[in-house]
């Protein structure tokens, strides 16, 4: 189909090409590398990813020196020069504020975007990316492309195809090769290689992630061949309000590979229930949300290696799940290492905050590493036959000799609780009350159970032993919340 290009013009004079598809809220989506948007008749996948979208306003254009952009442009770094362009599409738009999405490369322009212009981003979609390029490309590495571009740019932009496509998708990698081919010149490349070491100094650090406060929805494929899994995980946890989903493959365009479990959670997260995908947000249902966290979960991964760490993963993961069903709490998402769940009642949440602890103890005495004393929570008591179910599969796992690393690797879980009216939307959880829960678990260390005082009064009266842990000013709050530990094991 054709398309009307268009172009604007940045603060520093480039001009640069953009077209629009399709009607309803704003979404830009920035390039993954250095693509142009006149090719995708080569890549017909970034085409039914984008329709696949819904009903939205889908805006593409190409970074200066790429494309239908414009050649030649003042002294200005390329990273430098890929924030005005995205100002200058932006403002194109004619909206004050519009949806971004940035896969591969373009995560590190975008999040620099939304931090200096706050106000100008609604959402971010982040896909296969990470904060600074060089975390995930060692220098050494990038510098030695540059001769490679000035003197056999067909076969660089051929590597560049190949990167991630190989093993999945071999015959797609070859169009990918043709795109870079023919979006600039192996000249212009080998400028960008000669700036590596402005990205270098230009580092997004843990604190300025924290200060881009736009929702976000970060996905990250666990076998990234270019993108360590780590680097989407540690920076979906970095941004202070972002969701994370773990998705399986190896290919870093989101368009290929499993698209559609790309398109299950971006369609929900842009579409704000104008879909038949779910209601409108609704606010005012009293929730009890509790958060879980695997603690040593980076640490055992790169010790077990991803098969036999995958293994222990499964475990928490059966375990977590079993206790909740037992205990009537809804499960809203999984984050890899953790859970996020919700209840109807206070007094069934902590409940089943206690039943996980006493699962997880009871399985790790089996393999030699007790959490604590074990025993009662006082008063009101957990589902104790879904703690004996879990501790009757493990035991049965273990006499079977089984070959999963599991049986023998301890397992260690923190849980935070807060109680109050979150935004529901599309069966995910909003709001200052999901935050601050995510913010309580992140106090609590392995085997712990802390609760908001909120839900330490709600539960009043019900037998659960608690012990003050102080006063904390959570991130993003103003004021402090003095936190509880239920103790479990007394």
């Keep these: 189909m054709d398309r009307e290009i268009r172009y604007c013009t940045t603060e520093d004079g480039v001009r640069i090409a953009y077209c629009v598809e399709g009607e309803g809220p704003v979404l830009v989506m920035c390039p993954l590398f250095i693509e142009s948007f006149s090719l995708d008749h080569l890549l017909p996948e970034q085409g ?29 770094s390329f990273l430098a020069g890929q924030i005005l362009d995205v100002r200058a599409v932006v403002t194109a738009t004619g909206e004050q504020s519009v949806s971004v999405w940035a896969n591969g490369n ?47 740019w067909t076969l660089l932009a051929q590597i560049f195809g190949d990167m991630s496509t190989r093993q999945e998708a071999p015959e797609a990698g070859l169009r990918w090769g043709q795109v870079y081919f023919q979006s600039t010149t192996g000249e212009f490349f080998a400028k960008l290689i000669a700036e590596i070491d ?72 842009l579409s704000d229930g104008r879909t038949q995908r779910g209601p409108e947000p609704v606010s005012g249902a009293f929730r009890t949300v509790l958060f879980t966290d695997l603690v040593g979960h980076t640490e055992m991964m790169s010790r077990l290696g991803d098969e036999r760490g995958r293994d222990v993963l499964r475990e928490h ?76 599969e493990r035991n049965r796992g273990v006499g079977q000799g089984a070959a999963s690393s599991a049986p023998t690797e301890p397992l260690s879980v923190r849980v935070g609780l807060n109680a109050g009216e979150p935004i529901e939307e599309d069966g995910d959880l909003f709001g200052a009350t999901v935050i601050l829960a995510s913010r309580i678990a992140a106090k609590a260390d392995g085997g712990e159970i802390l609760v908001a005082d909120t839900v330490r009064g709600l539960c009043s009266g019900k037998g659960f032993l608690f012990s003050d842990r102080g006063e904390f000013v959570a991130k993003g709050f103003e004021e402090p919340v003095r936190v509880y530990e239920v103790r479990w094991r007394e």
């Design 48 to 76: 039914e990813l984008a329709r696949g979208l819904g009903a939205l306003s889908i805006v593409k254009f190409d970074w200066r020196g790429t494309g239908l952009s414009e050649r030649e442009f003042p002294d200005t």
């Design 106 to 152: 373009s995560g590190p322009p975008a999040l620099r975007f939304a931090r200096q212009f706050p106000d100008r981003v609604s959402k971010l979609v982040l896909v296969d990316t990470c904060a600074n390029l060089l975390d995930a490309v060692p220098v050494d590495s990038i510098r030695g492309f540059g001769e490679l571009a000035r003197t056999n």
């Design 198 to 269: 402005e990205f270098s100094k230009d580092r997004l650090e843990r604190a300025d992630l924290r200060a881009i406060n736009t929702r976000a929805l970060v996905l990250h494929r666990r076998n990234d061949s270019i993108f360590p899994f780590e680097l989407g995980r540690d920076l979906a946890a970095a941004l202070p309000n972002a969701a994370f989903v773990p998705l399986e493959g190896v290919i870093a365009a989101a368009a290929f590979g499993d698209a559609e479990s790309v398109l299950r959670a971006v369609v929900p997260f």
């Design 317 to 392: 993961e059966r375990i977590t799940r079993e206790v909740l069903k037992a205990n009537g709490g809804t499960e809203v998402k999984t984050m890899g290492d953790g859970f996020m769940a919700s209840f109807g009642s206070v007094t069934k949440a902590v409940e089943c905050a206690v039943a996980i602890q006493r699962a997880f103890d009871e399985r790790n005495r089996g393999v030699g590493a007790p959490l604590g004393d074990g025993g009662g929570a006082g008063g009101a008591a957990p589902n104790d036959a879904a703690v004996q179910k879990v501790i009757g």
